[in-house]
DNA sequence: AGAGAACCTGACAGATCCCGTCAGGTTTCG
DNA sequence: CGAAACCTGACGGGATCTGTCAGGTTCTCT
């Protein structure tokens, strides 16, 4: 890794929602294998970077990460300060840490600093979420707390209600749909607490308190089991770029907008109740064409032939 | 250069208002050469890092930068981006610059992007100034439009006057006394603006047309060559913390705090009219001390004096 | 269930470049 | 004038970075 490709790779994560490990090694003219290991230095370092395996996997940086090392934790700060030092030099600066890159020298082992990977505390599918700031608490600012592993106190508002402060032990993160939710246990309850909702929280002391064989993925899955059945359907769609503001101001807070891409149009993802409500998308005509699910598509198109067929 | 220790020059410069090579050395365990080569490194790619030579001399970060590398101006991220691609990579991104590594491998030479460097573009005498934010525009988010030698329009508030606009070509900054100033030509007239009443500038598309084998120090010595001769003396002193605040309340906006030391004392800079005026540090006995110049040591110490003997 | 798209890891040889040392230079202040 | 500070080039040795290769795991869609 070198400090120039270094700052190219994170300049590049900032700057697209986002990307590949192959078009990262294209952008930055090394191998995919070399970007894999960068990669692999970033998340080290502390930095929020999150790769997703599979079909439409990538990589991307959270949202409202900063290219701020000071966000970086006391031992983040230290791998990055103190690797490259032997043991007399870490001696005279009082640090007990055994820094990452000493660790390996002598039995290439992964960081031992005490602190979860950021692959272990976000679950998403690999439908792409959007890289613009959601609003809320940002999830880059929020899984520092996270890799702690600690409890935290979420001062968060239920809809129609004052915000509150409760007190959680969390798993990690959810993205889902263009959103982003703390999965945790409240008082062994599970729940899900939309980022959006929150407006600010505390660290606590106490190591987080989960049930004993439950992970992330199971509780998010556990509690966002009945979307679908509650008729929860998501809607991707592409706007032309004219039509974005006036798609915002019918369609409202259901839709969920990314960041507008080179060809002029706007991704989007729009939360339908049932099937029938993507009949609302007929309003913009060629402008805003539906791209998944099938059945949306199929239905949208149905609709629209029947008016055709209305005027025969 | 290795990213970490990229990053933890970058911090330790942040996080100290002025240092050495032979502390920053000591710090990274590295050679004093090595923190050269990697403080030029950090000069190339952007960073506002201003090394100063001679005595009391040092290495600093700008007031105000922040290591967010979205700062840098295009041909910086370029720097950073392109370094170690071939011909052929460029061409295809269709960039026309040269980054400074590719230069290097065919000629040694320094980075060709037509930027002004950092060093050129700030004069202060090695008295330290403080690293703290003094207010208003930070000289460190100024630099990036001084370094493309670009006439600029300034917002600028005179004393007693609403703020207004003002064009002006610039030759760079002066630190002097804890103060940050623009020494720049407006309609061919010299003037120092200080950065403290200037509260937004926008760069012009026009360069900066300054009068011929005239330079950035020249132009600050000229400008500032009444100050002492108006009886404007800057007496060093430092304080103790519990004091820090009576002091600003009693000698005000003529004080200039520097950050606390861990001794558990706090430099400061008091402007004076005349050498009499620093029997005000009187009322703080023991707790204030004079660091400098001689003069104002003596006189203070001869004041004491008079007071000893009064009650003899 | 299988295919394709995506990330992940270890090992190895060769190339690159980084580092420390050394020598000598310039600038600033008391 | 001396000391404290940054600056630059050259060189040899060693560290580390990179690309290649092989094989693995995960996720989604058909």
């Known amino acids: 890794m070198t400090p120039d490709r270094c700052f190219s790779l994170l300049l590049a994560l ?13 952008d930055t003219g090394v191998s995919e294998r070399t970007v894999m290991r960068d990669l692999r230095w970033l998340q080290d370092a ?18 409202g990460a900063a290219l701020d090392t000071s966000r970086l934790t006391p031992p983040e700060r230290e791998h990055l300060a103190l690797t490259g ?8 600066l009082g640090v007990e840490a055994v820094s990452d890159r000493a660790r390996r020298k002598v039995a290439g082992a992964r960081s031992g600093d005490g602190l979860l990977a ?27 707390d996270l890799r702690r592993g600690v409890r935290l106190k979420v001062h968060y508002e239920r809809t129609g209600r004052p915000p509150q402060w409760r007190t959680v032990d969390p798993y990690g993160l959810l993205a889902k749909g263009g959103r982003w939710y ?10 899900l607490l939309n ?6 929280w505390e660290p606590l002391r106490t190591a987080r308190r989960l049930r ?5 993925a199971d509780v998010a899955a556990e509690l966002t089991s009945g979307w679908e059945t509650a008729g929860d359907l998501e809607v991707h769609l592409r706007i032309q770029a004219y039509q974005v503001e006036r798609a915002q101001r019918i369609l409202g807070s259901r839709l969920t907008l990314g960041e507008p891409e080179p060809d002029g149009t706007t991704p989007g993802v729009l939360r339908c109740r049932v099937l029938e409500d993507v009949r609302q998308i007929l309003a913009f005509a060629d402008s805003a064409t539906v791209t998944g699910p099938p059945e949306a598509r199929d239905h949208l198109k149905a609709l629209a032939q029947r008016i055709v067929d209305h005027y025969r």
Chains 1, 2 share one sequence.
């Open 85 to 92: 030092l032997d043991e007399d030099q870490r001696r005279r």
């Open 182 to 191: 703390l999965v945790a246990d409240e008082a062994g309850t599970p729940r």
């Open 195 to 200: 980022l959006l909702k929150i407006d600010r």
């Open 212 to 216: 004993p064989d439950v992970r992330l």
């Open 14 to 26: 900032r700057s697209r929602p986002d990307t590949t490990v192959a078009a990262l090694a294209e």
């Open 118 to 144: 950021v692959g272990d505390l976000v679950v998403s599918d690999n439908r792409p979420w959007f890289g613009r700031d959601p609003g809320g608490v940002s999830p880059a600012a929020l899984i520092g």
């Open 46 to 63: 502390g930095f929020p970077v999150l790769a997703r395996r599979g079909r439409y996997g990538g990589v991307s940086m959270l949202p």
